[in-house]
């Protein structure tokens, strides 16, 4: 209740602060960031318009350049028909490459110059590797480069980037550099003399494009009239997409721009284009938004950032007001959980009288008396497990030695002294174990008590009692309950061989499995009905059940009562039996290690303590 006040008057004075201060200042933000935005976009706009006007004089140039480059050619229009001859003097054909020579060095991008002349069908090729002729060329009639020549005799072709591919070895032209073509038909008086192609790498259009790039988000690119690429920033760009080709040609402006989604990602963009007046090539600029308005942003966030601290400061203006107004309700809360967590000790100080201070009083006087209550409950809880833990530990005494005592009669009266010797030794180890002090001891010292047990039942039954004793050298060294194996070992030869008539078995085995320790006693004697077997089990799973004098299974009970004073619920005890085939005590521990003292210089095997005993 006090939770919920506190939050309603929280959340009031927040509500009302955003009403009055932070949403009049956030809209005010915005609308400033958008205006900003708006003007510097339009700037930037107009920049870009002004450099793209600029680059495209720049390239109207260069490629008239490249024009007059493969004009040249005509300067001898006498010798051009010594193409078609079929002259093979050195001097002529040495003449002849020095003029196709002249052209490929014109240019330092110049990658490779082919001139093809049908009526002989030679090829002439000039590059790095190569500058030389092919006969029997007639495949270059079927090049695209000679086909478009061909067809528009009276125009310059130019070929978008692409790369000279599948051109025969011979040639030596390289394949895997992008370059642009430039062709025309070359004609004299006499019918066309051949189609020459200049092949141009994109090393001056990069150059070119470099200084239009102002931030390195943007891409700047040159197409044909057709829609060709004749150079794009973005290496990952073959083409202009045809909405946007489109929605220029119906500009039909020499320059413009607009905003558009690219595709696939739907980022987006504003496009910013200028055309050229000397062949109407396209050059254009494909821009972020984000990289548009980032001055912008910038500002904005500044803003932001100024608000942000107005509002931070107003917060802590209210939260001091509010926590100076509702204080004592979060002390009497903080109160509350400490005391939710067990803390009794801890009084509210009290220092107003109004209503609140009425209820801190309340509260002082309701955990003094329920610590009171505790500790009273606690003592008492205490002084009744120790005296249930002695009463249980001395039962196990007078109990033992009384079938003790009786076994060691009969073995003296039927055997003789010989047998009584050893049976007296066992014995007086039992007992000098059984008033070690503690109530804990290594499971090693358990299993040598049940050893002596052991060799004096043997004696008793002659060789009607077999025993085995396995147990793993890592387990002998963890801390169990002191003289909890040997009443479960002693119920087995009572209760379960003792009865049959045939030979019995008795086996102890040891082992850790999954962090716990595992114990389990058998034997293959008379077994336990299932009606009773369930009420024992039962019973072994109820807490706090008090023995009752006269039980033959008083060992188990007095075994899971110490077990379970001692673990709580980190120990099980399972009971499984066959009638006429034998028990099996199952018992599941929270195994701990023992101290380093036991831990040093115990005996016993190396790797598992194994005995086997018996007629």
């Keep these: 209740m006090i939770q919920g006040i506190m939050q309603s008057i929280r959340k009031k004075m927040i509500v009302s602060f955003l009403g009055v201060i932070a949403m009049p200042l956030l809209l005010s933000i915005y609308i400033s960031y958008r205006n900003f935005a708006s003007e510097l976009e339009q700037s930037y706009i107009t920049n870009n318009k002004v450099i793209l006007k600029q680059l495209t004089s720049r390239i109207d140039d260069y490629f008239a350049q490249l024009e ?8 001898d229009l006498l010798f051009s028909p010594e193409y078609q001859l079929a002259d093979t003097s050195f001097s002529q054909h040495n003449l002849k490459l020095r003029k196709l020579m002249s052209l490929y060095l014109a240019r330092k991008e110049t990658h490779s110059v082919m001139f093809y002349t049908p009526l002989n069908q030679e090829l002439y090729v000039i590059n790095k590797a190569l500058n030389t002729s092919f006969s029997g060329a007639h495949a270059m009639e079927n090049r695209d480069w000679y086909l478009n020549a061909m067809e528009t005799p009276n125009k310059l072709i130019v070929e978008s980037a692409h790369r000279l591919t599948d051109y025969p070895a011979e040639y030596r032209i390289q394949s895997n550099v992008p370059v642009f073509s430039l062709s025309r038909l070359i004609k004299g008086y006499t019918p066309e003399v051949g189609v020459l192609t200049i092949n141009y790498e994109l090393t001056q259009l990069q150059r070119i494009g470099e200084e239009g790039i102002l931030n390195l988000d943007e891409e700047l690119g040159l197409w044909t009239e057709e829609g060709g690429l004749l150079y794009s920033s973005n290496p990952h760009r073959s083409a202009l997409p045809p909405e946007l080709l489109e929605r220029i040609r119906g500009d039909g402006r020499e320059g413009g721009s607009f905003q558009y989604a690219e595709a696939g990602t739907g980022e987006a963009k504003r496009l910013v284009y200028a055309r050229s007046d000397h062949n109407g090539y396209l050059l254009a600029k ?24 107005i509002i931070l400061v107003l917060i802590a203006t209210i939260a001091f007001i509010s926590i100076r107004l509702t204080g004592p309700l979060i002390k009497l809360k903080r109160h509350m959980v400490l005391a939710g967590e067990g ?96 109530d804990r001891a290594s499971l090693r010292d358990e299993i040598r008590n049940v050893e002596d047990y052991l060799w004096i039942q043997t004696f008793r039954f002659e ?14 060294r963890w801390s169990v309950p002191k003289l909890f194996l040997q ?23 040891c082992s850790l499995e999954g962090g716990r320790l595992r114990i389990v006693i058998s034997d293959n004697g008379v077994g336990i009905a299932p009606e009773r077997l369930s009420r024992l089990q039962e019973t072994l799973d109820t807490p706090d059940v008090p023995e009752r004098a006269g039980q033959d299974r008083i060992g188990l009970l007095n075994v899971r009562q110490r077990l379970r004073l001692m673990y709580d619920q980190g120990a099980e005890m399972r009971l499984r039996s066959i009638p006429g085939q034998g028990t099996e005590v199952d018992i599941r521990l929270s195994a701990e290690l023992a101290s380093a003292a036991e831990q040093k210089g115990e005996g016993g095997e190396s790797d598992e303590v194994q005995r086997h005993r018996g007629g």
């Design 68 to 75: 007059n480059i493969g004009l040249t050619f005509y300067s």
């Design 286 to 309: 494909l821009i972020p938004m984000n990289v548009i308005v980032s001055q912008a942003e910038k500002t904005r966030t500044i803003n932001l950032l100024i608000a942000l601290g």
């Design 343 to 438: 803390n009794f000790q801890m009084p509210i100080s009290i220092s107003q009288t109004d209503e609140i201070g009425l209820i801190s009083h309340a509260y002082n006087r309701m955990i003094q008396q329920i610590d009171t209550l505790i500790i009273e409950k606690y003592r008492m809880k205490l002084a009744t497990r120790e005296s249930q833990w002695k009463a249980l530990q001395a039962q196990i005494n007078p109990h033992f030695m009384f079938n003790t005592l009786q076994t060691i009669g009969s073995v003296a009266l039927d055997e003789g002294n010989d047998e009584l010797v050893r049976m007296t030794h066992s014995l007086s180890d039992m007992l000098r174990y059984s008033l070690k002090p503690g």
């Design 463 to 476: 060789d009607k009692l077999t025993s085995r004793i396995k147990a793993p050298d890592e387990a002998l």
């Design 487 to 509: 009443p479960l070992v002693e119920n087995a030869i009572l209760h379960g061989l003792e009865p049959a008539k045939h030979r019995g078995e008795v086996e102890l085995r």
